[in-house]
């Protein structure tokens, strides 16, 4: 049962006063040296930190302690990446001065041998005993934004509003990458590798009680307590969308998961059924999963369910329209007062029907002002915009998409925007465009029908519990 | 029933000695300035190039003149780009003088009305009556890159291995830009639009007996005659693969399609059932196409399907595996000699099973090595490599690709390699590698597996009709 006490103690761990690294390290092909490197960036802030390594005396202007025994003051957070032989040492030392938080980071351990976990096991329960709480082991660390504290050896993400929980560091790391082209960030990451102690939902919990999270996504791997996770997220799915992404749905990624975090075998079509009753969203691929990152993190849930399409690729409409159906949704009927006011803006080859297609010689004004027109019509509550690099004309590539967002800034962002521009996820000026507007742009015409889906399931969902 | 004379009359529309331009403008909002500027690059070429506009006397040094009729030379192809009420006129002009060839890029016929079918069928039958065949109407044009032929309003691909037939334009287009990234060229690209004379089966039957093509990709909406199609395709897929996405498979697509391309009702679930008996791939997504495409251009077919995994993501190795055991794939085991190869290069920390974990530290060496040992080892017949741009190291992105292209090249790409790199799409150094070393990157583990997926089909399909 996690209770107040233990929502303390996260705090404790994302928001601590003063960190030890133990394990530090200036060789720069070793993962120590990018924990210094993240936590010097927070030498001259009002959070103290504390180096510790056998060899070194000075690190970045700091002294380097031989032992956190050394360091005569209280010490919230303890990161740890030594060779997993010495970490239980380490450990007793921290038990010693109680320590509040600590992060294993050390590999070596339930993932690699049955005694690995018997030791795991051990250290968590030594540490449990006086109240400390341990992150890991095998992982890479925590990052909260708001407070720049970078408590791992990945890169620092934008601030944001996506919380992330992750059994797998490298996943974390890259969907960073990912989310950052989309002008997305992060309020909070903490990666659990094996998840000897803390687990999933605690954090799903801690992120739903943080103000600086409105999306909160999971990578897992194994649940040991599913029915705790389906009831918190019960709860959080009220107020914040969450999206989870399995590893191990099948033998074989499973094995792989085993090896990995050690995990045990959960029957996936069990867990996703329960993960929909609570208003999860069961994600099967990063694709899914980063899909519903941007729309969640940039577009309003709908009001309604009627569907507006404008395409310049006849291609495009048609290939987002059999992918909608995939959904089972449909596109609505435009109305013949809706139809007039179209047929002001566009040519008379453009056929006046949904999908809109307004044919490859569109151009910023034919967009802007065609979404400009399904945005303020009370027929349309989710609009959908079809494009691609415009191949001919004299354009820059996000012209298209410039008329697009200027047509949803100027109606207040009031419904959601769905943009495609198709094949186009290499082009720097159309991701610049997204990051800077803040407006989600999908690659194809599926992940667009995918993120319309993901909208309509988050109102319905919303609507019944409400 | 296609036969010689008419494989001879395309020649005509990609291996023309003359082109005459209809429509001509200098106008850079117009689609036909697009055209013109395409076109000028073969002013000072062997090829003779005729522009014919009302309304101008000279373009890029060449004369201009106001009637097809003025021009007093052979001329093998026209394109035709004028509004579509003027389009018959051209027509009848193109028919007095017996031109071999036409392409109507002009929308508004069968797409648009009832009244625009029948006129589109009418200017077909004259010409076919009098053995010229027709592309179009409502379609960007056709390239031919051995040529430097771009008779089309789109952006010129590189030279490369791949032909393409589309029933969009746009589509085409984005997918040329999709491709490039990759260093993935077309040699020949037609767009059919409403495909009212030529349609896709006999440029699929061109493009076998097209020595610079080796990878076939279809984009179709309808088809009118699938027996022949399948005929054709069962001959083809012998020597090349043929990968088709179907616009239009379900009722709310097509309702679209009919919109795009004048498209008719096909059963989308008995023609896949058709393509895939006839040893087409069928794709649904422009994900899966552009995966195909990429695999097919760059990687040999397998000779078995023992899959060996190398990964440096934890959760990405758990992934791919999930993805392979959706297609009924399995991982090999590594026998103990294997193992002890392996041992020889990896950390203590490293289990030694498929999929191999090399974990977050792995460099480029790492990488190098374990692929090499695989790729030479008679128990591998496809390696995976999974990783993502190191978030720590001092390395630069591509150097653990930089790893596996070199273990590919030091063993004669006998073997199929499957690198991905996850979410890292929109890294150009990546990007670069991939181009320049004409290797396949894969940015999903579930991309990954789907080409996976597919290079052992073809493998079983060859081993099946050869």
New interface residues.
């Given amino acids: 049962m996690v209770n107040t006490i233990e929502m303390n103690q996260l705090d404790h761990l994302f928001n601590p006063r003063s960190i030890c690294f133990v394990g530090a390290t200036t060789d ?4 120590g040296s ?1 924990i210094v490197k993240n936590l010097s960036k927070l030498l001259d802030s009002s959070l103290k930190i504390y180096f510790v390594a056998k060899k070194l005396k000075e690190l970045h202007g700091s002294p380097v302690y031989s032992s956190i025994l050394e360091i005569k003051a209280e010490i919230d957070l303890v990161l740890i990446m030594v060779p997993s032989k010495y970490v239980e040492q380490v450990i007793d030392e921290c038990i010693s001065i109680r320590v509040k938080g600590i992060i294993i980071m050390s ?2 351990f339930g993932e ?1 041998t049955k005694e690995g976990k018997i030791i795991e096991q051990r250290i968590v329960n030594k540490c449990n005993n006086v109240g400390i709480r341990v992150v890991g082991p095998n992982c ?1 660390g925590l990052q909260n934004t708001q407070i720049d504290l970078n408590a791992s ?3 620092h993400p934008p601030k944001g509003n996506v919380g992330m929980v ?6 974390a ?3 960073i ?2 989310w950052r ?1 989309q002008g997305i960030g992060c309020s909070k990451m903490i990666n659990l590798g094996n998840a000897s102690d803390i687990k999933i939902p605690e954090i799903v919990q801690y992120f739903q009680t943080d103000d600086e999270t409105d999306v909160i996504t999971v ?1 897992m ?1 194994s649940i040991k307590n599913g029915r705790e996770f389906v009831r918190i997220l019960q709860k959080t799915t009220k107020t914040k969308p969450v999206l989870v992404l399995k ?7 499973l ?3 085993q ?3 050690g995990s045990i075998s959960t029957n996936y079509d069990i867990l996703k059924a329960a993960l929909t009753q609570a208003g999860g969203i069961s994600c ?4 899914e999963f ?1 899909t519903g990152v941007k729309t969640f993190a940039h577009l309003p849930v709908p009001k309604g369910e009627k569907i507006g399409v404008i395409t ?15 959904f089972n949704l ?2 609505s009927t435009f109305s013949e007062t809706l139809k007039s006011q179209i047929s002001e803006v566009v040519i008379p ?1 453009v ?1 006046l ?1 949904n ?1 809109l ?1 307004i ?3 569109a ?1 910023e004004t034919n967009f802007y002002e065609t979404t400009k027109i399904l945005l303020q019509s009370s027929e349309i509550d989710i609009v959908v915009i079809c494009s ?2 415009p ?4 354009g820059e590539p996000q012209s298209h998409m410039r008329g697009v967002l200027n047509a949803w800034d100027e109606t207040g962002r009031q419904k959601p925007v769905i943009p495609i521009m ?7 000026e159309i ?1 610049n465009l997204s990051h800077e507007g803040k407006m989600p742009i999908y690659y ?3 992940a667009a029908a995918y993120a319309t889906s993901l909208l309509i399931k988050r109102k319905n969902y919303l609507k019944k519990v409400m």
Same sequence: chains 1, 2.
Wanted: aromatic share 6%; hydrophobic share 35%.
């Fill in positions: 720069p092909m070793k993962i990018a590999a070596g690699l890479v050896f990945i890169q992750s059994q797998s560091g490298s996943l790391a890259a969907c990458w990912k082209a990578y791997e590893g191990g749905r099948n033998p074989t990624g094995t792989a998961a090896s990995h975090t099967i691929s990063l694709g980063n310049a690729s006849g291609g495009g409409g048609v290939l987002y329209c059999d992918f909608l159906e995939d449909k596109l080859l056929r029907i999908p297609d044919i490859a010689s151009d691609l690099v191949p001919h004309q004299p198709i094949n186009a996820e290499n082009f720097s991701s194809s015409p599926k």
